[in-house]
Nanobody, 119 residues
Framework: QVQLVESGGDLVHPGGSLRLSCAAS????????MGWYRQAPGKQRELVAR???????NYADSVKGRFTISRDNAKNTVYLQMNRLKPEDTAVYYC?????????????WGQGTQVTVSS
């Protein structure tokens, strides 16, 4: 069992920056990967960025070069640094943790945090 607590969502002007945080607790030793997804009104949830336990990363083409995912193992926390934000980035952002268990994988989700980019 893993619990995820998110923070950092806000209203920001185009071109601005935000930093999202996701703190994990519980069976953190079983986490294989953590990532950020987002869902805009009328659209399906999509992957934004992911980082594995080995340190490899993956980004959506729409955010590559602007967003950076990172982790702090001492704090059991993953971050999403978002720079040069655009109105198209407006969405609810969800933290995800994927656990690798003996015979299966399990996914856990944060409650979501609202990011709004508007002038």
């Amino acid at each position: 069992q893993v619990q995820l607590v998110e923070s950092g969502g806000d209203l920001v002007h185009p071109g601005g920056s935000l930093r999202l945080s996701c703190a994990a607790s519980g069976s953190i030793f079983s986490i294989y990967a953590m990532g950020w997804y987002r869902q805009a009104p009328g659209k399906q949830r999509e992957l934004v960025a992911r980082i594995t336990s080995g340190g490899s990363t993956n980004y959506a083409d729409s955010v590559k070069g602007r967003f950076t995912i990172s982790r702090d193992n001492a704090k059991n926390t993953v971050y999403l640094q978002m720079n040069r934000l655009k109105p198209e980035d407006t969405a609810v952002y969800y933290c995800n943790a994927r656990l690798s268990l003996p015979l299966r994988s399990e996914d856990y989700w944060g409650q979501g945090t609202q990011v709004t980019v508007s002038s």
